[in-house]
């Protein structure tokens, strides 16, 4: 008979995500969502990022086109071939067949974020017909004396939800995840909203991915500590070879944080 | 080699094609029984519910076929679970290759919001002992998405922990199978599949 006393210990790794802008079909990334550069093709930087150990990929297409839309999901078509670790798709979803035709295409899951605030029902529909794993709801919002506003596109617009109770809201509609981007840590590279996230953390029973304001590895130290967050996602620092994936593994490891 | 993957209601099977492209091996999808029944190797993949899952497989005649396959057949995920007796989820008779049964993931109380359902992301896998595996990957990190979780039991392959132990793989004779997805798991995955299509 098998022996149920076994020693096992729990184990389930933070993650470190990088995220790809998309347009027409080719990285880019935005500081503070203007002045776009590109840094190359998806596929090829998604392949390498795989292979240094990221944990998942993030592809967010920001081409608004319905040429471009078609160019995206041959592109999430190429990227499932090719890489060999979960990654999630987002930009321009607002209808089921929207998510169906990334599916099918090989998406594991997918993100929403400005047509969910529009049409909140569109998480409930979603999580009922893929499931809530394929559902991932991100949040932009920007703090002020200490009230967090929800904002849409790309953080330009301010909406009438508040932050925390959106999150939950997107729970209990069937969002498997929350990705929330702080617009006023983006781009500065002075760390994560600790704060926030930890008490995003503390109210919510699915994962919290972090977003916005990586420019050191002691940012994810704290971010996964003090920000009691899932995953870290950052862009512009493993575009530029700021900091390296196998690097920033191994110094999380030696601060006793679970990575993979 | 001819290998077939079981075509049936359940999301992702093409991710799972997509993992034998990159090492090179060619599958084809299928529900016809005849190319299962003379396949040399099998896997039987899958992502959805229990319930509407099996009565698929009932109304295609795939739960008499399945059990009575003799090549190695590789289970993914809710591939696993059906698998096994019983699924709590949607109070579930399943194909009852191994005796092993279902459960639903129950956080410790006041532990909720640390312990998430489901259990999403890398965990290590520990004890192994099966054919897909070898010393190499002991302790290695491999991906899993799930609510629902086979206990720990007599066919038990690798073992996971998660609010608690539960089993990451079964086997039994010509069937294996993986809590985990293999195919999204890195390079340890590409490997676990390559002993699968070793055997």
Not at chain 1, 153 to 172: C, D, H, M, V, Y
Not at chain 2, 11 to 30: C, F, H, P, Q, Y
Not at chain 2, 174 to 185: D, G, L, R, V
């Amino acid at each position: 008979m098998f022996d149920l006393e076994l020693e096992t210990e729990f184990m389930l790794a933070k993650r470190i995500i990088p995220c790809l802008d998309i347009k027409d079909g080719q990285t880019v990334k935005g500081i503070n969502f203007v002045n776009i550069k590109s840094v190359g093709d998806p596929v090829e930087l998604g392949a390498l990022y795989a292979e240094q150990g990221a944990d998942e990929l993030v592809f967010l297409d920001i081409t608004a086109t319905h040429e471009g839309r078609k160019t995206f999901v041959e592109l999430v078509r190429r990227i499932a071939r090719e890489i060999n670790i979960p990654f999630t798709v987002g930009g321009g979803i607002s209808e089921l067949k929207d998510a169906d035709a990334l599916l099918s295409a090989g998406a594991d899951k997918i993100s929403i974020n400005s047509s969910a605030v529009r049409n909140p029902k569109l998480i409930d529909d979603l999580a009922l017909n893929f499931g809530s794993q394929f559902v991932v709801l991100a949040i932009d919002a920007r703090g002020e004396n200490d009230f967090w506003t929800v904002t849409v596109n790309g953080g330009r617009i301010p909406t009438e939800k508040e932050l925390f109770s959106w999150a939950k809201e997107g729970e209990s509609r069937g969002a498997g995840e929350i990705l929330f981007t702080s617009m006023n840590h983006d781009g500065t590279k002075n760390g994560f909203a600790n704060k926030e996230l930890a008490k995003m953390a503390d109210m919510l029973r699915i994962p919290v991915i972090a977003s916005g304001g990586a420019g050191n590895m002691d940012h994810f130290v704290d971010v996964f500590t003090e920000g009691k967050a899932d995953a870290g996602l950052a862009a512009s620092i493993f575009h530029y070879k700021e900091i390296a994936i196998p690097d920033l593994k191994s110094y999380l490891k030696s601060k006793g944080i679970v990575i993979r | 080699m001819n290998i077939v993957i079981i075509k049936y209601n359940a999301g992702n099977i093409e991710s799972v094609n997509n993992a034998l492209m990159r090492l090179d091996v060619k599958a084809e999808i299928t529900g016809d029984h005849n190319k299962i029944r003379n396949a040399d190797k099998v896997i039987f993949p899958g992502v959805g519910e229990a319930s509407t899952t099996m009565a698929y497989l009932k109304k295609e005649g795939l739960d008499l076929l399945i059990p009575e396959l003799k090549q190695p057949v590789l289970g993914i995920c809710l591939g696993l679970q059906l698998m096994c007796s019983y699924s709590e989820e949607g109070d579930t008779r399943c194909l009852g290759i191994f005796e092993e049964q279902v459960k639903r993931f129950i956080p410790e109380q006041g532990k909720e919001f640390i312990t998430k359902v489901p259990h999403m992301g890398w965990n290590n896998i520990t004890n192994l002992k099966s054919d897909i595996f070898d010393s190499s990957l002991e302790n290695q990190f491999v991906y899993f998405v799930h609510s629902y979780y086979a206990a720990v039991g007599e066919h038990t392959a690798a073992v996971c922990n998660y609010i608690n132990q539960f089993s990451a793989a079964l086997h039994r004779d010509n069937f294996y199978a993986t809590q985990f997805h293999p195919e999204k798991s890195g390079t340890v995955g590409a490997r676990i599949l390559e002993n699968f299509l070793k055997i």
